[in-house]
């Protein structure tokens, strides 16, 4: 199914322009965000799990933008080892709240979904994280104890954060359904399929009314706190 994307640029908060793609379907009432692996190692927003996302739930009807982090192609900035990036998730739930009237989700895939994980903005229904690699990248997240719902999908064989030790990271986290594919690797070479799959049956579910909750803690629109 084809469908029409438009490239848009994200304005962040610190002054940088941000590449990005838009697809917007005519009558679409719930948007998502997509976020890609990290880009010291070849991440961007062309990865094959953020296009399998991005197509996926374009052709379900769903307004999706992706973007290039600070520092990657042609977006503006330097790599802020995932602590200003948060900036650049933030102008892009702000473009896509702008062109759709309905909840919007935070999903990424490695990098990109432990960034997403540390953003919050008021107008969120939840988060889909792909393989974020929470034991090697340590630390409280903002989404953890929000009440708003988490879906986390985790490789079998992820050689950066197995089953286990993500689990371990996620122990005092709320509202938060976990998904493993048993055979999969971090890269989920053979599961495409399936990820985009796993994804549209989280955006079916009725929103729950905790979609209307936002963190008053923020130190910028839409980013949560550091630390």
């Given at each position: 199914m084809a469908i029409e994307t438009h490239q848009v640029g994200l304005h962040t908060a610190d002054g940088l322009r941000l590449e990005a793609d838009l697809c917007a379907p005519h009558g679409a009432t719930?948007?998502?965000?997509?976020?890609?692996?990290?880009?010291?190692?070849?991440?961007?927003?062309?990865?094959?799990?953020?296009?399998?996302?991005?197509?996926?739930?374009?052709?379900?009807?769903?307004?999706?933008?992706?973007?290039?982090?600070?520092?990657?192609?042609?977006?503006?900035?330097?790599?802020?080892?995932?602590?200003?990036?948060?900036?650049?998730?933030?102008?892009a739930l702000d473009t896509l709240s702008a062109v759709v009237d309905g909840p919007l989700w935070l999903a990424g895939y490695s990098f990109g979904a432990a960034v997403a994980l540390d953003v919050v903005h008021?107008?969120?229904?939840?988060?889909?994280?792909?393989?974020?690699?929470?034991?090697?990248?340590?630390?409280?997240?903002?989404?953890?104890?929000?009440?708003?719902?988490?879906?986390?999908?985790?490789?079998?064989?992820?050689?950066f954060s197995p089953p286990d030790p993500t689990s371990d990271a996620?122990?005092?986290?709320?509202?938060?359904e976990v998904t493993v594919i048993p055979r999969a690797d971090h890269f989920f070479a053979a599961d495409l399929a399936t990820i985009a799959s796993w994804a549209l049956d989280v955006l079916a579910r009725p929103i729950t009314g905790a979609a209307e909750t936002a963190d008053e803690t923020a130190e910028a629109p839409g980013v949560s706190p550091a630390g």
């Amino acid at each position: 199914m084809a469908i029409e994307t438009h490239q848009v640029g994200l304005h962040t908060a610190d002054g940088l322009r941000l590449e990005a793609d838009l697809c917007a379907p005519h009558g679409a009432t719930a948007g998502v965000v997509v976020c890609h692996p990290h880009p010291q190692f070849g991440g961007d927003r062309y990865n094959a799990v953020v296009d399998s996302l991005f197509r996926a739930i374009a052709g379900a009807g769903v307004a999706v933008l992706r973007f290039d982090f600070r520092g990657v192609n042609d977006s503006e900035g330097t790599h802020g080892g995932g602590v200003a990036e948060r900036l650049d998730v933030a102008a892009a739930l702000d473009t896509l709240s702008a062109v759709v009237d309905g909840p919007l989700w935070l999903a990424g895939y490695s990098f990109g979904a432990a960034v997403a994980l540390d953003v919050v903005h008021p107008q969120l229904a939840g988060w889909l994280a792909v393989a974020p690699p929470l034991a090697v990248m340590p630390g409280a997240r903002a989404a953890g104890r929000d009440p708003r719902p988490k879906h986390v999908l985790v490789a079998g064989h992820d050689q950066f954060s197995p089953p286990d030790p993500t689990s371990d990271a996620m122990a005092d986290w709320v509202e938060t359904e976990v998904t493993v594919i048993p055979r999969a690797d971090h890269f989920f070479a053979a599961d495409l399929a399936t990820i985009a799959s796993w994804a549209l049956d989280v955006l079916a579910r009725p929103i729950t009314g905790a979609a209307e909750t936002a963190d008053e803690t923020a130190e910028a629109p839409g980013v949560s706190p550091a630390g």
